[in-house]
């Protein structure tokens, strides 16, 4: 039996690949991001939001985004739903305080980026995983 429980946030690992002074190497690692509950319809408004974005033209016809209008899109998105960040710190490994954390992902355009898509993607994995074939007998 599935058993709903209401909560009101959940968290999801965010994996991040950022660039080096060397060419071809990458620092990569990750973090928790934990968001709120959005109603569906909210959710939704996202989902129309994101069609909304870019300029028109003379005859009405909606344009492709500049990465600015995404990357603000992003962050107005970020901002409402990210309750908080944990996992993220300085060279020597210190986790920095959680406020700079949140603070160093809206940020940051790649670690923006990332959360961004991993709330969404939040969404989408519970179903997936409810997917799982059972094994073959």
Do not use: C, H
Not at 31 to 53: N, W
Not at 92 to 110: F, H, I, N, W
Request: proline content about 4%; overall charge negative; cysteine-free.
């Amino acid at each position: 039996m599935l058993k709903l429980i209401q909560i009101s946030t959940f968290a999801a690992v965010v994996k991040v690949r950022l660039p080096t002074e060397k060419a071809g190497v990458f620092n990569e690692g990750e973090f928790t991001a934990r968001y709120k509950f959005v109603s569906s319809d909210r959710f939704t408004e996202f989902m129309d939001d994101i069609r909304e974005i870019g300029d028109e033209d003379e005859q009405g016809n909606r344009q492709v985004p500049t990465t600015r209008q995404v990357t603000d899109y992003q962050l107005r998105v970020l901002e409402e739903v990210l309750e908080g960040v944990d996992g993220i710190g300085d060279g020597d490994g210190t986790a920095y305080d959680p406020a700079k954390q949140r603070e160093q992902v809206l940020s940051t355009l790649a670690l923006r980026v990332a959360t961004f898509d991993a709330f969404f993607s939040g969404y989408r994995a519970a179903p997936a995983k409810n997917l799982k074939r059972s094994p073959k007998r």
